[in-house]
């Protein structure tokens, strides 16, 4: 037997031969996700390395943001390299990218390795670790026993023929499967490789990057979403306007947007009467604009317009992620212009109907975000800091007497105005803005906006901008990503498809079906192809189709339809009314 002397845990005894991952599931089982390391009289131990002596016992914590993973990775992504060049399978290094996520190492080299060659040289370079090899990091090698190689890719140089070889690796199995499992979770939940199975969108190179082309099925989801924001809006007092994709350059120098974002703005368009035209960024100068078309009265506001606003913002190229980030947009974007008085009602509409449109679609938020001007940046916050502090705490004060748990973010702020963000962590662990309220006492002033209150004397209105999802692109990512694709019946591109067992004998009755289904507005279509029954309903499974039918004899002789939900086991025969009635239910 031996006595460990464990720090912070007392003394236990153990067997000789413990290792310390034993030792750690005896007195810390707690912890076994941050515990990656043990150090006994001074000397480190690995997780499986077994213990047989008595002593001064201590575990190394992972308390530094995956510091342990990036070590891991680290050992594993160097010696993976130098085992590759060691045996001729590898020339010169071009770069190793480590995180907690895994490993990249990219070469040169005159041979392209397969991927059925990569379980053959996990297992090697496992074999090198354990010798404790000599590569240039803080951990040694032979504390990284588990590792996996998940994929590899050629590269294309200038002048070389290059591979890349993506893994991950970790000091214990159940290290290793956890963090597998989570990236595995992860790009099951990647909207881009979602988006392409379902044929939602695609961006081509040739029509531009950052320009998201909507196809078919991507366009009735779009749809979809639309229409029901549009009737929202339409039940919270909102007038719906259509403004144009340009404007002069003027309004933007007058709303300020030319000045603070200029380098996210396309360049100007000249034409030939020497007119300064860009395309809008944002369309609060154009709503603006609007409310001047006619003198107003304290008793026409608060004004609430919408729109369905195309813009365009210039992101570097490094910076477009599939549907997250683009250059091309639309959005549901809003703006209320009102009276002091009537602030609190407006901001609480404005949250609820907000609220309202998320709990819909089912969107898990991350956190609240206050965002706060700051003070020492006089290049982006203009004004009296009284301004500031007085509608930053209109804003807060909502936020408090609602009892709504909020960060606060100093600097994130509108160079017009502090707003309330609610932000959402993607599943590549971006944390973006989905929907947004923002409080301006700014661009009144500027564009010299006026109502008469009740005396007869002209007041400047307040505005609030209001993004009611953000835009349509970035909440769609979101959507999917949450989902997994798995869209409830009123969204889903594909409601019902129609698989008749054989096309010369049940097709008709199909169609007829069919027939009864687009005449009621549900999205159904006929999968009369050649393949057999089993690959068709493989196939739509997978297209995440909600509703598979399956049409037969028996359905013919009883007038019924037998139909599966997507993710089902089980099927159901119902008649054509219950099945009709069913649907619309649902999708009402």
């Given amino acids: 037997m031996i006595n460990l002397n464990i720090k912070n845990y007392g003394t236990h005894e153990f067997n000789k031969g413990i290792t310390t991952k034993e030792v750690m599931l005896a007195v810390a089982p707690e912890l076994k996700k941050t515990i990656f390391l043990g150090k006994l009289n001074g000397e480190w ?11 001064d016992f201590k575990f190394r914590f992972d308390t530094n943001s995956g510091c342990s993973w990036n070590s891991a990775n680290d050992v594993a992504a160097k010696s993976l390299f130098q085992y590759l060049k060691d045996n001729g399978m590898a020339d010169e290094l071009i770069e190793i990218e480590v995180s907690e996520d895994g490993f990249d190492v990219s070469f040169t080299s005159e041979k392209n390795i397969s991927a059925n060659q990569l379980d053959l040289i996990n297992g090697k370079v496992l074999k090198l670790m354990s010798k404790s090899a000599t590569v240039d990091s803080p951990l040694e090698t032979r504390w990284v026993k588990f590792m996996k190689l998940r994929s590899v890719s050629g590269l294309t140089t200038t002048d070389k023929n290059a591979n890349k070889i993506s893994g991950l690796a970790a000091m214990s199995k159940e290290a290793l499967e956890t963090n597998l499992e989570k990236i595995e979770d992860r790009e099951s939940r990647d909207h881009r490789r979602i988006g392409k199975k379902l044929e939602l969108f695609t961006i081509d190179q040739t029509i531009g990057k950052g320009l998201p082309v909507w196809l078919p099925n991507g366009v009735i989801l779009k749809r979809q979403i639309k229409e029901f924001l549009q009737k929202l809006e339409f039940k919270f007092g909102y007038q719906e306007l259509e403004t144009p994709i340009i404007g002069s350059s003027e309004l933007y120098k007058t709303s300020g947007h030319y000045y603070h974002y200029k380098d996210s703005m396309y360049p100007e368009m000249i034409n030939k009467e020497n007119e300064h035209m860009m395309l809008r960024p944002m369309s609060c100068p154009h709503h603006c604009m609007v409310y001047k078309t006619s003198p107003k009265s304290y008793r026409d506001l608060p004004v609430r317009y919408s729109e369905q606003v195309k813009q365009f913002r210039y992101e570097s190229s490094g910076a477009l992620i599939g549907l997250e980030r683009v250059r091309a947009m639309e959005l549901t974007d809003s703006h209320i212009f009102l009276t002091e008085d009537q602030l609190e009602k407006e901001i609480s509409s404005a949250f609820e109907i907000i609220k309202i449109a998320l709990k819909k679609f089912d969107i898990e938020i991350s956190y609240i975000e206050l965002a706060l001007f700051d003070p020492a940046d006089k290049e982006k916050y203009h004004g009296d ?18 009892n709504i748990e909020y960060k606060s973010m100093i600097g994130e702020a509108a160079f017009y105005g502090p707003k309330i963000d609610v932000q959402i962590k993607t599943a590549l ?10 409080l301006d006492f700014l661009l009144p002033e500027k564009f010299d906006l006026l109502y008469k209150d ?3 004397e002209q007041r400047r209105p307040i505005m609030i901008h209001k993004g009611l999802i953000g835009t349509y692109e970035r909440f769609i990512s979101v959507l999917l990503e949450q989902t997994k694709g798995n869209l409830p019946m009123w969204l889903s591109p594909k409601q019902v498809v129609i698989l ?8 008709e009755y199909a169609t007829s079906i069919n027939e009864v289904l687009l005449e009621n507005n549900i999205r159904s279509s006929i999968d009369s192809s050649d393949e057999r029954l089993s690959f068709k309903i493989r196939k739509h499974q997978t297209a995440k ?20 939900r997507h993710g089902a086991e089980d099927s159901s025969t119902v008649t054509m009314e219950e099945f009709t009635n069913l649907i619309l239910e649902e999708i009402k």
Wanted: proline share 1%; glycine share 8%.
């Fill in 454 to 456: 009740s005396n007869g």
């Fill in 385 to 402: 800091i009284k301004f500031w502090e007085t509608s930053q705490d209109i804003l807060r004060n909502f936020l408090d007497t609602n």
């Fill in 545 to 564: 189709t909600s509703i598979e039918v399956i049409i037969g004899d028996k359905e013919i002789e009883s007038k019924t339809v037998t139909f599966r």
């Fill in 500 to 507: 008749p067992v054989s096309n010369e004998h049940h097709l």
């Fill in 45 to 55: 131990v690995g997780m499986d390395e077994q213990i047989n002596e008595s002593g």
């Fill in 429 to 438: 662990g971006h944390t973006i803005t989905v929907s947004t309220i923002q």
